[in-house]
């Protein structure tokens, strides 16, 4: 399947670890990017590639990748982190090649 | 540093051609990017539209591909979203980003989108 499935949920205590997971077939060929979005806004990468955080992002956020399992934990959560979280890759599968979502997860900070 | 803004009309007649427009500033659109549009129905998640590369180039996604077309203009450094026959379900908010591919042969690739847009919202109605 070239679907990204995502946990809907997940809520963390102040200062605790949460990991958040992505399931697809594509991810075996492309490394999971994640994206944090909060009401109102556009999205912002926070982790690409095996485990890369773009300029300004907290190094509280990391990646990891197993198989067709993409992980993204945020460890020592803060109120700010509050938001919906998407997985992106790349299905190369079939006649098609094209980027695929994960279904999002709302993360909510205790 | 890169920068995208999206314009366009935020109203479209049902059966209409929703027609947006990204302009890119901080860079050229014939660098080795990807240009994406990505989009959002109100209270649900993103959905990836297609992409297009400066030669002209596109991918799109197989469930829009017969109604989107997306375009390239060098010469005013700006890429286009064209989708045709709109219903209500085409109301969102559209994005466009930046995308970065890194192809690595036998081991895992890389594919992700540093730059987006602030949105722009679209909605089908009479």
């Known amino acids: 399947s070239s679907e990204l499935t995502q946990d809907p949920a997940v809520s963390v205590a102040l200062g605790q670890t949460v990991r958040i997971t992505c399931q697809g077939d594509?991810?075996?060929?492309?490394?999971a990017s994640w994206y944090q979005q909060k009401p109102g806004q556009a999205p912002v990468l926070v982790i690409y590639g095996k485990n890369n955080r773009p300029s300004g992002i907290p190094d509280r956020f990391s990646g990891s990748s197993s198989g067709n399992t993409a992980s993204l934990t945020i460890t020592g959560a803060q109120a700010e982190d509050e938001a919906d979280y998407y997985c992106?890759?790349?299905?190369?599968?079939?006649?098609?090649?094209?980027?695929?979502f994960g279904t999002g997860t709302k993360v909510t900070v205790l | 540093q890169v920068q995208l803004q999206e314009s366009g009309p935020g109203l479209v007649k049902p059966s209409g051609t929703l027609s947006l427009t990204c302009a890119v500033s901080?860079?050229?659109?014939?660098?080795?990017?990807?240009w994406s549009w990505v989009r959002q129905p109100p209270g649900k998640g993103l959905e990836w539209i297609g992409e297009i590369y400066h030669s002209g180039s596109t991918n799109y996604n197989p469930s829009l591909k017969s109604r989107v077309t997306i375009s390239v203009d060098k010469s005013k450094n700006q890429f286009s979203l064209k989708l045709s026959s709109v219903t209500a379900a085409d109301t969102a908010v559209y994005y466009c980003?930046?995308?970065?591919?890194?192809?690595?042969?036998?081991?895992?690739?890389?594919?992700?989108?540093?730059?987006w847009g602030k949105g722009t919202t679209v909605t089908v109605s009479s």
């Open positions: 992106n890759s790349r299905d190369s599968s079939g006649n098609h090649l094209r980027g695929v």
């Open positions: 980003a930046m995308g970065d591919i890194v192809v690595v042969p036998a081991a895992i690739s890389y594919y992700y989108m540093d730059v």
């Open positions: 594509s991810l075996r060929s492309y490394y």
């Open positions: 901080g860079g050229s659109i014939s660098s080795s990017n990807w």
